[in-house]
Every structure is written in C-alpha cells, then in structure tokens.
C-alpha cells in the first residue's frame, strides 16, 4: 500500500515518534483505564493456541532500568476484545533475583504512530531512582503531558501543563528542570476558513485516504512546534529562551551534509540526523543517521565527533541497524546494539569513542531491544522475546556476559502448544539473502505434506502474525498448515532514477526467494507444493501482487496491493508522483511513455493472470487503490472478496477488527487450501459467498483449458 512505496521516510517518521494529525486517539478504538495484570502461572492442560490468544498477548511498550541499577520500571499493554479498546500497566520489579513486579497503575492511553502502531516509550527516572516519569494521557479531553509515579504507592500525578500535546521531553543534568517540546493546537477558525472559502487543490494532499478535504488538509500540515522549560522545584513553566535552545545541540551545523544526505537531493543540513548523545565529560558527541541512499546496504549509522569542529567517524562501519547507543561513563568508548539484517539476535557491543575495531560484549539466543543501562553501566534492562514466549522483561549482567529473564509477561504460553520452528535460509540466484521460520504444524508426522501458508516481508523471534499482524502464524499450525514466516532480506530498491527493470528486478529477486524457501519446506518433507497460499501487509502486499502476476506458486492469497496501479497514481500526492513513480520508472501520465511499464507491473492490468483467489482485508483510508484490482477480476469472473474496516489507518488496531481478521485469513486458507469449512453457523453467509467464487474460479480455469485446447 501507499506507505510501502515511501519506506525509508516512513522509517524516519516512525523512529523519530512524530505524531500524526492523522493517528487514532479515543474516537475509534477504546481505553480501558483499569491496569493491565500480569498473572502467576497456574499450569494446566496444555492446548492450541488461538486467535483470542494471540489477540490477548501483553506486549512491553517501554523498560528502563534505574540510575542506582536496583529496580527496572516497564509499561505492560493488552488488547480488550470486549471493550475494543486497550489497557496499559506500569511496573516496577527488583533486579535482585526473586523479585516479583509490582503495578504502580495504569500507564495511561495508547499512543498511535502516523500509521496507529502502538508507540514504545521508555519510562524516564529521577536522578535518585525513586520515581518515574512518562507522557500519558488518561482521559479523552485531556492532553499529552508528563505524568509521575512513585515507588511507595501513592498516585501519579501530572507534572506538566503546556498548552498543547508533549512530543518528547528531557531532564536537565542537574535534575531539576524539564525540558518539554509540545505541538501547539490548531486555531479553530482555520478548520472554519477552509470549509467557507474552498480549497485550491496544488497536489499537496492524498486523496487516496477518502477523508473529507478539510481533514486531509490540515492532517498534511506540519502542527507549529514550541520548546517550553517546566521547573519541578516550582512547577513554574515558560518558553525556552534562544539561549537556551542555541546551548544545545550547537555541533550539528558542523556535521556537513555529506554525512546526512549522499543522494545530493537535499539543501537542508542534517535532516537525516535521527538522535544524538553527547559524552560524560562534554568533549564527543555521538549520533545517528539514516542512510537511504540507493543501493545502501546500512539503515541507522553510528558516528563519533568532537563536539565543535573535528572530524566524523563511523564508529561502527557495515552494519545494518545500529538500534541504540549509550557512552561510557568514562567517555572513552561508545556501547551499541549491533544487528547485521541477518535475521539473527543483537549483539551489545563497544567501540573506542574515536573509533577502532568493536568488541562484543553479549549476545543472547533471545531478542533482545529497547535496553537501557544503569548509571554505573554493570546492568542493562531490555525487552524481549524468544520462539516460545512473545513478551519479557531481561536483565543483562555488562561486567559477566550474562542476562536473565525478570519478567514473563505472558505466562499461560507455557500452557499452549506450539508448532516446533526451523530457520532456513539462502542466496538466491541474484546473489541476495534471505531467510524464514518454518512452522510445523501440530502434532507433526514425518513424511505426510502439508498445506503451506507464506507470510511475507518480516520475521521476528516470535512468529505472532507475521508483519502487521494479521496472519496468526501458530493458529495457522495449530488448523494442520506448515507456515514460513518469510523475511526478504537487506536488499532495498537500489535502481537510478527511472530504470524500471532494475526496479522489477527487487521483486524477481523477492520471488526468487520465496520459491527457494518453498522448496527448501518440500524436500524436508514437510510442505505439499499444489497448496500453497501467500499472505502479505505493507510491502509484503506489493510482493503478493507481483507474485500472483508472474508466477503459477499460489493456490490462494491474502492482502493483494493495488499502490503499483495508475489508479493510486492519479490519486497520490504530487511529490509521490514526481519522486517515488518517476524514480521506479513510472513516472507521468500512465497512458503516455510509462504505459508500457505500467502494463508490466500493475495488478489490475494483469488480472487475467491471476489464477489464485484473493482476500484484502482493508482499512477504509486506503481500500480506494484496491477497488481497480477488485474491479477487474470481478469483470473477469475472477475470485475475489475485499473487506473494508472502519476508522483505520494503514495498521489496523481495533481488537475487534484484529480479531476477525485472524480469523477470516484462517478460514480463507483453510477453504481454499484444505475445503474445510468452520462448523461456527455465524460463518455460514461467509461460506455461502466463497461457494459462489469456487464456482467463478472452476469458470474460469474451464474457459483458459478451452481457450488453450482451441489454440492447439
């Protein structure tokens, strides 16, 4: 969808926690203000999982560990099925071993990224580890501010009122200011101008969302942005003074752009630069930036400077993802979380802060993220993940190389069955890496094929729902399928501006992969190549629709793009269409010197190849740039079922749409795959629609053997 094509500055947006004018607040999707409660194990008979299992999985949206290393506060959250809405939880557990986590309250309302994912946010602790600080907002009326909870019990309290929604804040180093950027609110007459005057239209919004004008509108334009200073002595509040805001931050005019932006295509200095942490003893500064040049084969890069003049050096040279980074509390090195876009765990690693070789300095078979060293560096508090358990809380030992888990927050997984996991993994023909879960089912028989479901995209430790959550991976093996949970690799689009074929090549090469993969499940015995079906979210819907078109692997999919479709591009913003078309070579008018490409690559220009039955699961901001694939494989006489969720964005996060998109993909594949029908009798109009597209399918596979015979 629109999003995938804009990947690298979505990255940007969401890594940055912009928050959108866009994103879901209370009006579609509920808050629960009753905290989220982590049981004790009760074991039990041991089952299969489902879909409400996985629905009601509790994630970690932020962990910190405190200065004095004693306590690590966490923030818990969980979708509620009944309320279609969510609760949140913060927590507080000792680092010595036995301790057991204590609720301090909920933690507040979720908040939504551009695309309404769920933001992680670290607590933040006061300077003698005894309380918390975190952005929350408890009720609908209320504003984004900085909330704080203390260890004895007493209620949180808000500390901040700025007129507006906070972005982000900070503590001084003396620990007694706040320093608080908010999002001033718009002026209501500007709402009121818009709708009386009329809206020239300058290419400047997307259409493709079907809002009313005045939301999109406003929704693209930047909110005006203040920097206030809150006194926690006096609770007084004011606005940052030019001082102030020019004493910090003053190295970055001297980066140079080169190190910001390699394309060229920028003016604006440092508008790649992503965050930065200056050292203990004031001299260096580290940072990060995000490198999107074609052909990258890095994302977040780390590098070290004096903090005035000097000469930037990257610290950690070939990899792929630098996900945080902390200094030495003696300045002399810079410790980093190291992923190589190999599929496999981070590494804690240390550098020299002028730069050298980096040495290890733990890794864990777990997944580790969202770490946050105490003061003295000797513990790291991190989040987690494993095959067996989708949700912790570790604890890392710095000086023995050593971690545990402090909190499960999922404990009734240890009563569910779960489907045993094999990496595979590969280089395909085009030289690119890949690899993938595979998910036997339950109780497994060695030599029987079974079904197979591919999801696309992304992997992660814990194959919950593939990316975007939408494929229950284990209730998928838990009905007798073999699932790969497939991950493309590090390749991005690296063609020149305006070379199609290279363009095209990502997407052989993706599908390349796949039937790799594919293969790979057949010879272990494991998967029945003539049931195969293929599901995709984002990015991964583009790979479902090139993969439908251009090859004869799938026997049904779920989530078919329609972004690559001259529809969307008449639809899309200006600089979409000059930009992100013109640079995959579809650029200007499709009926004119693009056509032949957009012949090439749109779905819906390709629906009389489409042998496989499609299902879109859509949110109502974008099912407009599938209507043209709908379209054309209704007219001819081709399988396929869009459905359309209300008050969603891009990521749907309504429990209750989560929920019945889980289980409308489980029963799609199982109808399509193995003819089995659920024997739930609300399901029986579902059943009663998809007969009638098996019998447009048996149509149309009768009329192309017809077709073949007479041509013969």
Known sequence: MNYARSASVLFFLLSSAILSAGAQDFDAVGF??????????????????????????????????????????FVAGQAVYETNGYQSGLYVVGTAPGSAPVCLGTAGAPRWDPINQWLSESPQWSRDSKYITRLAKMDKAASWQVWRWGLNGDHPRQITNVPGNVQSYRWTLDGDKIVVTFEKPRDPAENQRLSEDGILYDGGLDAGHGRPV???????????????????????????????????????SDIGEEYNDRTGASTFVGHHLLDAKVSPDGHRVAYRIIDDSPGTKVVYELFSKPVVGGTPVNVAPGVYFVGDYWWAIDSSGIYFTQNLGDGHPNKLMVVPAGGGTPRQVFSSSDALYDCSPDR????????????????????????????RTLVDLNPEFANLELGSITRLDGVNRYGDSWWAELVKPLNYEPGKKYPLIVTTYRTREFPRGASGDENPIHVYAAHGF?????????????????????????????????????????????ADTTRVGLAGYSRGTEIVSYAITHTKLFRAV??????????????????????????????????????????????????????????????DSEFLQDLALYTSLRDLGRPMELFIYPDELHHLNQPKHRYQIYERNLDWFRFWLKSEESADPAKSGQYQRWRQLRQLQEKAQSNEKDTRESQN
């Open 376 to 403: 003295s560096f000797r513990y790291m508090a991190c989040a987690g993940e494993n095959r067996a358990a989708p949700s912790q809380v570790a604890l890392v030992d710095i000086a023995t190389g050593t971690g």
């Open 558 to 619: 779920s989530g078919a793009a329609g972004d690559d479709s001259p529809y969307y591009y008449y639809m899309a913003r200006r600089h979409v269409q000059d930009d992100v078309f013109s640079r995959d070579g579809e650029g200007g008018w499709p009926e004119g010197k693009s056509k032949a490409n957009w012949r090439q690559r749109a779905p819906e220009l390709n629906a009389d190849r489409i042998d496989a039955p499609v299902l879109n699961n859509d949110p």
């Open 482 to 526: 073999a699932v790969l949970s497939f991950d493309y690799g590090i390749r991005e689009f690296d063609n020149k501006p305006g070379d199609f074929q290279r363009y095209l090549s990502w997407y052989e090469s993706v599908d390349a992969s796949i039937e790799m993969a594919i293969d790979a499940a057949a010879k272990m015995g494991v």
């Open 214 to 252: 005045v939301s999109e509108v406003l929704a693209a334009k930047p909110h005006e942005i203040e920097t206030w200073i809150h006194d926690v002595t006096t609770g007084e509040e004011r606005k940052q003074t030019k001082a102030e805001a020019n004493s910090i931050g003053r190295w970055v």
């Open 32 to 73: 629960d203000p009753t905290p989220v409660r982590i049981p004790s194990l009760e074991k039990s008979k041991r089952r299969p999982v489902s879909s409400m299992d996985l629905l009601e999985i509790r994630d970690e949206k932020g962990v910190s560990i405190s200065p004095d290393g004693k306590y690590v506060a």
